[in-house]
């Protein structure tokens, strides 16, 4: 059954691997260079999202759609995530009038 499905869709799941791995790795690199909230946060996007590609596609691959509904919590959490994370953002930037990671110092007792 895997093999009609992969013959079917035309894209290898080595494929698919293989940009979930770059993104991800790409994502990786943003967390731990990067000083700016912003940036960072779109970097654990860019993993979230790195997975959410595996998922489906080892869902489809394998004709199960647990996969797919996981991806879709996945979502869930990361549109929550977002929320919550750009009102810590609005409020580290109104205290310090900065979004750099180094100016929370300033927020120390």
């Known amino acids: 059954m895997g093999t009609i ?48 590609l595996l998922l489906a596609a080892f869902s489809a691959y394998h004709g199960d759609a647990s996969g797919q509904v996981f991806v879709f919590f996945i979502m869930a959490l990361a549109a929550a995530e977002v929320a919550v994370g750009l009102a810590i953002i609005v409020m580290v930037y109104r205290n310090t009038k900065s979004i750099d990671i180094n100016a929370l110092n300033k927020l120390k007792w």
């Open 5 to 52: 499905v992969n013959e079917l869709q035309g894209i290898p799941l080595n494929h698919y691997i293989l940009l979930s791995s770059i993104i991800f790795s790409i994502g990786v690199i943003g967390v731990l260079t990067r000083r700016n909230v912003i940036i960072i946060m779109m970097s654990v996007e860019l993993m979230l999202n790195s997975v959410n």
